[in-house]
């Protein structure tokens, strides 16, 4: 640098003018004002105050350089500085109040000249949080998050999957898990896992306001899912749903899943689902639990071991997991579930109960209250009417005498499976009774009528085991029919057990003349 330019360096630099004030008045680069300014300070003062060296023993330029009287540097939005800040109270950026100011103040300044007074402005003070203390054994927070790449069953494609994890507040130990599909069951089945994995629970769960946790969120009484809060019940826990949008409740595991994404899994792969919680579950015992946490500054396993005892003691038996379905009570007083009818009084008929289906029973609970009404063990066979026989209804109706009549109309043989179906099930068995006079409809009524009396002899009383019958016989007739007459069909016989004797048609010739005779005497 020029001897003249370090001179004007000096003497600006002593006056205490900015370094951007500095640049724009003699156009030296920001940098190299402020490398000449930390080189200036480290210069050792003499006796007179003056700094030494060759700077020092350059004589000023003659004549003396005209250097403009500069104070402090006052921006050339102070005048509107009113005006600025109402309109930040308003959250408008610093692009529209600039337009404002040219359009509304005539202001000839630059863009960056409002920015830089709006950047200042603006500043706040940092967001205060509390630090949250609990006891061992006090809180757990749970939240889902990304995994790493793994591979999808059957394809050649990578996806990541959903990350399940839950933090024990007190000692900062963490439960993972990966899966692709999460729903409510699932969700409920990963916090079962994970007290499972810790050997024990805490007495309050805090979590975010999903789906698969919350029905409906409320600031005052949140609504949880069935299925989460029937799980919660039986482990004892309390569920403390964050407020929406509001993160910072649950710190601790959003720093879990932050330090699993970025450490354990940043830049890996997995070739299937089994393999990324083997690899969770490793990192976790090997690595994650032994650290050192940064604001205890005490392993977090050992911090494990002392709240372990604090837990609450599992129950003996696991969770039995359920789905809900909303049916409608029919006349027979049952309700239809996979097309078996389970016997819900003393729901009122036409009124909707809340069924909950588990693996080997079903509850059938009021809607409203969810009291519990009945309960009946799971039967596979489709078809099949759970109601006792106090219950059942055998007086007969209308429509019971209608669906006898028709049956009679096809046969002997249909009308005593239809009385029979009656007489055992009463009016449940009205469906099937429905259904094996309806084929009639659509299959010959010989046809029919032989399909329940085979039916009858099989000792298996049911619509489907008919039709298949029916049908199995209507095919039979129909392919003989396409195979033609058979050579023994086209030869006249005389003798055969249909054909009945010329004596018989001879009575009945008879018996109709005389029945002419005695209708014509009568007319006379």
Request: aromatic share 8%; net charge positive.
């Amino acid at each position: 640098m020029k001897p003249h330019l370090q001179t004007t360096l000096r003497t600006l630099l002593a006056q205490n003018v900015g370094q951007r004030e500095i640049a724009r008045v003699t156009g030296i680069d920001r940098k190299t004002i402020r490398n000449f300014q930390k080189r200036l300070a480290a210069e050792p003062a003499n006796s007179s105050g003056a700094a030494t060296g060759p700077a020092a023993r350059t004589p000023p330029p003659w004549p003396p350089a005209a250097v403009p009287s500069l104070g402090v540097t006052v921006s050339l939005c102070e005048p509107h500085r009113e005006f600025v800040e109402a309109q930040l109270r308003l959250r408008r950026n610093a692009t529209a109040i600039y337009q404002d100011l040219v359009d509304e103040f005539g202001f000839d300044g630059h863009y960056n000249s409002v920015k830089r007074f709006v950047a200042k402005l603006a500043q706040r003070e940092p967001e205060q949080f509390d630090r949250l203390e609990f006891a061992p054994g006090e809180e757990a927070q749970v939240d889902y998050g990304e995994g790493a790449l793994t591979r999808v069953p059957g394809t050649t494609r990578y996806r990541r999957p959903r990350l399940f994890v839950m933090t024990l507040r007190y000692s900062r130990r963490s439960f993972r898990r990966v899966l692709w599909r999460s729903d409510q069951q699932s969700w409920a089945r990963l916090h079962e896992q994970a007290w499972r994995y810790f050997g024990g629970a805490c007495r309050y769960v805090v979590l975010d306001n999903l789906k698969e946790g919350v029905a409906k969120p409320d600031l005052y009484e949140p609504e949880l899912n069935p299925v989460y809060a029937a799980t919660l019940a039986h482990y004892g826990v309390i569920a403390d749903p964050a407020r929406v949008g509001d993160p910072n409740r649950k710190g601790s595991v959003e720093n879990a899943i932050g330090h699993t994404q970025a450490t354990a899994l940043k830049g890996r792969r997995f070739e299937s689902i089994e393999a990324h919680n083997e690899f969770l579950e490793h990192w976790e015992t090997k690595w994650a639990a032994p650290r050192i946490h940064g604001n205890t500054r005490r392993q977090v396993q050992a911090m494990f071991e002392e709240e372990r005892p604090h837990l609450l003691a599992l129950p003996a038996t696991v969770m039995q997991f359920f789905t809900e379905q909303i049916r409608t009570v029919c006349d027979d007083t049952c309700v239809l579930v996979d097309h078996s009818s389970y016997a819900a009084r003393p729901a009122r008929i036409g009124t909707k109960v809340l069924v909950r289906i588990f693996d080997r029973h079903l509850e059938i609970r009021d809607r409203a209250t969810k009291a519990l009404l009945r309960t009946h063990v799971r039967v596979e066979r489709p078809g099949t009417v759970v109601l006792p026989a106090a219950e059942r209804v055998f007086n007969p109706s209308r429509e019971t005498r209608a669906i006898l009549a028709r049956a009679r109309e096809i046969g002997p043989a249909a009308q005593r499976l239809c009385e029979l179906l009656f007489a055992v099930q009463g009016r449940v068995g009205q469906r099937k009774l429905w259904g094996i006079v309806g084929l009639a409809d659509r299959i010959p009524r010989r046809f029919v009528d032989a399909a329940c009396e085979r039916a009858l002899a099989d000792g298996v009383h049911g619509y489907k085991h008919v039709k298949v019958i029916a049908q199995s016989l209507l095919e039979h007739a129909l392919a003989a029919l396409d195979a033609g007459p058979s050579q023994d069909a086209e030869r006249l016989i005389q003798q055969h057990p249909l054909i009945r004797s010329t004596q018989i048609y001879a009575e009945l010739f008879e018996r109709a003349s005389q029945a002419a005779d005695h209708l014509q005497d009568t007319a006379q």
